[in-house]
C-alpha cells in the first residue's frame, strides 16, 4: 500500500538536542543520542538532523556526532548545518549519513548544488527551504535559521534548485514551526507543483491528520515533523513517540 | 557463606548480624514494617483517609497529586490505583537521557488511555552525564543517586510550583526491602561534594537539587506530603504485570529498574563486578517475607545472572560511550578502589544526631514512617568513621 515516509526533525543545538517555536524560543529537550535510539526501536522511517548553529558558527555539523548518530540508527538518515565543501560531504556520508541537507550555503553558492549532485548522485542531496513572509510582503527564502531574508521566491528558488540537481526538499514554513496546527498546505501545493522531485511538508504538524492533508490535498511526497514526535499531552511532556505501521498505513489510506 | 534462615540476606550485607535460629536483623526489619502497615481491612482504611485527605486538598485544583512515572510496572500501576480512587493525579518523568523506548512507550500508552496529563523535566545531558562521571570516578557503589535525588527533587518542584500537596511514589517495602545504607545513602550535600572533587567543572544549572532546608520547607511551609499507597494496598507485581499488559498493552523489559539503561548497568554490571554488591539480595528476601515468592525460587534467582554476558557487555560498552569515557578513562574508573558512602562528607551524621528532634517534622513530610527511622530500632545506623 502506498505510504510516503514520515520522518523525525531533529535539531541539534550545541551538544542538546532543541526545539523550536517559529524557529525561536528554543526548549531544550534533552540528549539527541538517546532520542536517535529511541526513534530506532521505534522504527522511524527515516531521520533528519540539522545542526542550527553550525553556519552562524562558520563550521560543519559535527563528524563525531554523526558517527554516534550511526552507530544507533539503523534507518537511513540526513544531516544537514553548515555544509560548504565537497569533502565535507563526503566525511558526512563515510560517517554514516545517507543524505546532506544544504540551505544557507546553497543560497550563497547556488552552483555548489549542481557540483554536489554530480559528485554524489541527486539523491544524495536534499536542499532545505525555510520560508517565512517578510512584513507586509510576500512569501521569500529564509537562511541561516532564519535569521536573514534573501528575497528569493520559494517557487522560483525550488525549480532553480530542481534544475541544479537537487534530489529533494525539504520545505518548512517558519511561521508554522512549532505552533502544531497544521502545516501551509498553499505554499506546500505550489511547491509540489512546481517541481518533480520529492517535497517534504515541514513545519506545523500537530496531530496524524495533518500528515494526510500534506500528502492528499497539497501533494507532499513526505513529511516531516518535531514537536509532534517529541511532544506529548497538553503539558507538552517531552516523550520521544512514533506511530505504528499499522497507525501509518490507516492515515494515508483512509477507507 | 552465611544466610539468613528466613530471607535470603546473607553476610555480604554490611551491618548484617545473625540470633541464634540464623534469622538476621534485616529480616527483622522487615517483618517489622510489616506489622507496622498491614495490608488488608485496616490497610485500605488508612489509604481511604489518605484519599479523602488528598480529594479535600485538591478541591478547585486541577491535580490532587503527583506521581513520578519511570515507565516500570510499580509506576504505572500506581497510576492505574490512582485514577480507580478518583483522584487527579499529575504524572511527572525525570529525563535523564537514559529512558529506554520500552520506558518511553509504557508512559505514553498509560498516560494516555488515563486521560492523565504528564509533565517531563528534562535534565541538561551535559550536566547529569558530568554528575554520573563524577560518581563512578569517586568510586561509589549506587552512581544512579543523581538520577534518584534528581526525580525526588523534581516531584517536590513541581509540587511546589502547581501548589499540590501530595506526592505519590511507587516504592513498596514488601518487594524492594531495605538497602544497607552503606550501598545506598545519598544526600545532596555528599552530591555537591562529590561533584566538585570529580565533576570536570560543569555548572549544574538545569539539575535539580533538594537541598535539606528546601524538603524542610516544603513539608513545613508548603505543607507537601510522601506518600506510599502500596505501604496500605494490595500490591503484586506479577499480578499487576499481567493487569497493565491487559488493559494498556503496557510492556515488560525484564529486570527491575531496567527501563533505564543506567540503572542496569548500575544494577546489573557496576554494583556485582566492581563491588561484589547483589541488590536482588535486599529484594528478593523481602519479597519471601511477604509471600510473593519462595525462598527457594529466591535462592534460584540469585543464582541466574543479571543478564547474558553479552547483553550486559553491550550496555557497558553503550554507558562508556554515552559518559564520553576513553577506554583509558573507564580503565581506571574501573581499576581505582571502592569506596562507599562514608568515605564522603552527608548529612548522615547530622540526621543521625538529631533524628529525636526530627521527629514530629518527618511526621509532617511523610505518610508513613521512613524507613532508615524504623531501621533504627533494629539495625546498626551509627555513621562510620
Known amino acids: 500500500m502506498f505510504r510516503p515516509r514520515v520522518i523525525p526533525l531533529l535539531l541539534l543545538k550545541a551538544k542538546g538536542l532543541v526545539k523550536s517555536v517559529k524557529f525561536k524560543d528554543?526548549?531544550?529537550?534533552?540528549?539527541?543520542?538517546?532520542?536517535?535510539?529511541?526513534?530506532?526501536?521505534?522504527?522511524?522511517?527515516?531521520?533528519?538532523?540539522?545542526?542550527?548553529?553550525?553556519?552562524?558558527?562558520?563550521?560543519?555539523?559535527?563528524?563525531?556526532?554523526?558517527?554516534q548518530v550511526g552507530d544507533e540508527a539503523n534507518m537511513p538518515f540526513a544531516v544537514g548545518g553548515g555544509i560548504q565543501r565537497i569533502s565535507e560531504i563526503k566525511s558526512l556520508i563515510n560517517a554514516g549519513a545517507e543524505k546532506v541537507v544544504i540551505n544557507s550555503f546553497a543560497v550563497r553558492e547556488p552552483s555548489f548544488i549542481k557540483a554536489a549532485s554530480d559528485e554524489f548522485g541527486s539523491s544524495t542531496i536534499v536542499v532545505s527551504i525555510d520560508i517565512k513572509k517578510k512584513f507586509l510582503g510576500k512569501q521569500q527564502v529564509y537562511t541561516e535559521g532564519g535569521s536573514r531574508s534573501t528575497g528569493l521566491d520559494p517557487i522560483a528558488w525550488a525549480k532553480q534548485m530542481e534544475a541544479n540537481g537537487a534530489g529533494e526538499l525539504i520545505v518548512t514554513s517558519i511561521e508554522h514551526d512549532g505552533m502544531m496546527q497544521g502545516y501551509d498546505l498553499a505554499l506546500l501545493n505550489a511547491m509540489s507543483a512546481a517541481v518533480r522531485i520529492p517535497v517534504v511538508a515541514a513545519g506545523g504538524a500537530g496531530k496524524l491528520d495533518h500528515f494526510q492533508s500534506?500528502?492528499?490535498?497539497?501533494?507532499?511526497?513526505?513529511?516531516?515533523?518535531?514537536?509532534?514526535?517529541?511532544?506529548?499531552?497538553?503539558?507538552?511532556?517531552?516523550?520521544?513517540?512514533?506511530?505504528?505501521?499499522?497507525?501509518?498505513?490507516?492515515?494515508?489510506?483512509p477507507s | 557463606m552465611m544466610i539468613c534462615t528466613k530471607g535470603v540476606w546473607d553476610d555480604t550485607i554490611p551491618g548484617i548480624t545473625f540470633d541464634e535460629n540464623g534469622v538476621s536483623n534485616f529480616c527483622r526489619l522487615q517483618e517489622q514494617m510489616m506489622a507496622e502497615y498491614p495490608r488488608g481491612e485496616k490497610g485500605r482504611e488508612d489509604w481511604k483517609k489518605l484519599v479523602a485527605d488528598m480529594k479535600a486538598a485538591g478541591k478547585n485544583r486541577r491535580y490532587d497529586c503527583i506521581i513520578g512515572v519511570s515507565g516500570g510496572v510499580d509506576s504505572s500501576y500506581l497510576l492505574h490505583l490512582a485514577h480507580q480512587y478518583g483522584l487527579r493525579p499529575l504524572a511527572v518523568n525525570l529525563d535523564?537521557?537514559?529512558?529506554?523506548?520500552?520506558?518511553?512507550?509504557?508512559?505514553?500508552?498509560?498516560?494516555?488511555?488515563?486521560?492523565?496529563?504528564?509533565?517531563?523535566?528534562?535534565?541538561?545531558?551535559?550536566?547529569?552525564?558530568?554528575?554520573?562521571?563524577?560518581?563512578?570516578?569517586?568510586?561509589?557503589?549506587?552512581?544512579?543517586?543523581?538520577?534518584?535525588?534528581?526525580?525526588?527533587?523534581?516531584?517536590?518542584?513541581?509540587?511546589?510550583?502547581?501548589?499540590?500537596?501530595?506526592?505519590?511514589?511507587?516504592?513498596?517495602?514488601?518487594?524492594?526491602g531495605k538497602q544497607p545504607k552503606e550501598w545506598t545513602y545519598s544526600d545532596s550535600k555528599q552530591l555537591r561534594f562529590i561533584h566538585k572533587h570529580f565533576g570536570s567543572g560543569v555548572r549544574l544549572k538545569t539539575y535539580p537539587l533538594l537541598t535539606l532546608p528546601m524538603l524542610v520547607y516544603s513539608g513545613m511551609v508548603?505543607?507537601?506530603?510522601?506518600?506510599?499507597?502500596?505501604?496500605?494496598?494490595?500490591?503484586?507485581?506479577?499480578?499487576?504485570?499481567?493487569?497493565?499488559?491487559?488493559?494498556?498493552?503496557?510492556?515488560?523489559?525484564?529486570?527491575?529498574?531496567?527501563e533505564n539503561l543506567f540503572t542496569k548497568f548500575s544494577m546489573a554490571f557496576w554494583l556485582p563486578r566492581k563491588f561484589a554488591i547483589d541488590k536482588r539480595k535486599i529484594n528478593l528476601s523481602a519479597q519471601v517475607l511477604s509471600q510473593a515468592i519462595t525462598r527457594e525460587e529466591a535462592l534460584?534467582?540469585?543464582?541466574?545472572?543479571?543478564?547474558?554476558?553479552?547483553?550486559?557487555?553491550?550496555?557497558?560498552?553503550?554507558?562508556?560511550?554515552?559518559?564520553?569515557?576513553?577506554?583509558?578513562?573507564?580503565?581506571?574508573?574501573?581499576?581505582?578502589?571502592?569506596?562507599?558512602?562514608?568515605?564522603?562528607?552527608?548529612?548522615?551524621?547530622?540526621?543521625?544526631?538529631?533524628?529525636?528532634?526530627?521527629?514530629?517534622?518527618?511526621?509532617?513530610?511523610y505518610a508513613f514512617t521512613p524507613m532508615s527511622v524504623s531501621a533504627s530500632a533494629v539495625l546498626d545506623v551509627r555513621p562510620k568513621n
Not at chain 1, 516523550?239 to 505504528?244: A, E, G, Q, S
Open chain 1, 26 to 67: 528554543y526548549t531544550y529537550i534533552g540528549d539527541p543520542i538517546n532520542a536517535v535510539k529511541i526513534f530506532n526501536d521505534l522504527r522511524a522511517d527515516e531521520l533528519m538532523l540539522l545542526d542550527i548553529l553550525a553556519t552562524k558558527e562558520g563550521r560543519c555539523i559535527d563528524l563525531d556526532f554523526v558517527r
Open chain 1, 214 to 253: 500534506a500528502v492528499q490535498t497539497a501533494h507532499a511526497s513526505a513529511v516531516a515533523a518535531g514537536s509532534l514526535f517529541v511532544y506529548h499531552g497538553p503539558r507538552k511532556a517531552v516523550l520521544v513517540n512514533y506511530p505504528k505501521q499499522e497507525e501509518l498505513v490507516t492515515i494515508f489510506n
Open chain 2, 96 to 176: 535523564n537521557g537514559f529512558n529506554s523506548e520500552i520506558a518511553v512507550q509504557n508512559i505514553y500508552k498509560v498516560t494516555s488511555k488515563l486521560g492523565v496529563d504528564l509533565e517531563t523535566y528534562v535534565i541538561d545531558y551535559e550536566e547529569i552525564k558530568d554528575l554520573l562521571r563524577a560518581y563512578m570516578k569517586a568510586g561509589m557503589p549506587w552512581i544512579d543517586t543523581p538520577t534518584d535525588l534528581a526525580i525526588k527533587a523534581t516531584m517536590y518542584k513541581i509540587a511546589r510550583s502547581e501548589g499540590i500537596r501530595f506526592i505519590l511514589r511507587g516504592n513498596d517495602f514488601r518487594s524492594e
Open chain 2, 222 to 258: 508548603k505543607g507537601i506530603k510522601d506518600i506510599r499507597p502500596y505501604y496500605y494496598l494490595d500490591y503484586k507485581k506479577q499480578d499487576a504485570k499481567r493487569l497493565m499488559m491487559e488493559l494498556y498493552n503496557w510492556k515488560d523489559y525484564g529486570g527491575h529498574h531496567h
Open chain 2, 300 to 365: 534460584a534467582q540469585l543464582r541466574q545472572p543479571f543478564a547474558t554476558d553479552a547483553e550486559l557487555e553491550t550496555t557497558r560498552a553503550y554507558i562508556q560511550k554515552k559518559l564520553d569515557l576513553s577506554d583509558q578513562e573507564y580503565n581506571q574508573i574501573w581499576a581505582a578502589p571502592a569506596k562507599n558512602t562514608f568515605d564522603y562528607p552527608s548529612n548522615y551524621a547530622l540526621i543521625f544526631n538529631s533524628i529525636n528532634q526530627l521527629k514530629p517534622i518527618l511526621k509532617r513530610l
